[in-house]
Nanobody
Framework: QVQLVESGGGLVQTGGSLRLSCAASGSISSINAMGWYRQVPGKQRELVAV???????NYADSVKGRFTISRDNAKNTVYLQMTALKPEDTAVYYCNAGYLLHLTTMQYEYAYWGQGTLVTVSS
């Protein structure tokens, strides 16, 4: 089992920045990727960004050029630096960790989820 604890959500104005953090603990050796998804009420959870243990990344088109995912392997922590935020970025952001089979298809053998942190971007 892997436990994920997120932090860094909050309220920000359009054009502002936020940084989300997610610390993993437990069976860290069983995962090879960590990332962020987001969900708004009535919609499916969607990928924001993922980073593998080798540093490969995948971003949603809607956040490319604005968000940057990074990880500190020593701290088992993944970060999501969000800039140029828009009202449509408002969502609950979930940290994800798991064994990723394919970076392009985002197919996991198994995955774990954090409790979610709310990001609200005011217009």
């Amino acid at each position: 089992q892997v436990q994920l604890v997120e932090s860094g959500g909050g309220l920000v104005q359009t054009g502002g920045s936020l940084r989300l953090s997610c610390a993993a603990s437990g069976s860290i050796s069983s995962i090879n990727a960590m990332g962020w998804y987001r969900q708004v009420p009535g919609k499916q959870r969607e990928l924001v960004a993922v980073i593998t243990s080798t540093g490969s990344t995948n971003y949603a088109d809607s956040v490319k050029g604005r968000f940057t995912i990074s990880r500190d392997n020593a701290k088992n922590t993944v970060y999501l630096q969000m800039t140029a935020l828009k009202p449509e970025d408002t969502a609950v952001y979930y940290c994800n960790a798991g064994y990723l089979l394919h970076l392009t298809t985002m197919q996991y053998e198994y995955a774990y989820w954090g409790q979610g942190t709310l990001v609200t971007v005011s217009s």
